[in-house]
């Protein structure tokens, strides 16, 4: 069964930096592409950042060039670095891996502080 658990958001002042984990468990890590989606209160989820099964990237306009995703085999987990952080940015962060199926992780909250 696959399963991805997710740790790292936590409430940061602005400018600060945060690193999101999520690792993947039941399923090999080298077949499956992953995202970050994030979901601000009351609206549909947004895609963050994607990688693939290579390891190539894309950002949101949004979040490109304050935000990277990076994935490690030898760990099976996915990171995504945020720097630069905004208030903008506070929401609920959720990865996502797909290979023939999607599955979820449970979601993290990042807040930033003005």
């Known amino acids: 069964q696959v399963q991805l658990v997710q740790s790292g958001g936590e409430l940061v002042q602005a400018g600060g930096s945060l690193r999101l984990s999520c690792a993947l468990s039941?399923?090999?890590?080298?077949?499956?592409?992953f995202g970050w989606h994030r979901q601000f209160p009351g609206k549909q989820r947004e895609l963050v950042a994607t990688i693939s099964s290579g390891g190539s990237a894309y950002y949101a306009d949004s979040v490109k060039d304050r935000f990277t995703i990076s994935r490690d085999s030898t760990k099976s987990t996915v990171y995504l670095q945020m720097n630069g952080l905004k208030p903008d940015d506070t929401a609920v962060y959720y990865c996502?891996?797909?290979?023939?199926?999607?599955?979820w992780g449970q979601g993290t909250q990042v807040t930033v502080s003005a």
């Open positions: 039941g399923g090999t890590f080298s077949l499956y592409a």
């Open positions: 996502y891996a797909i290979y023939i199926f999607t599955y």
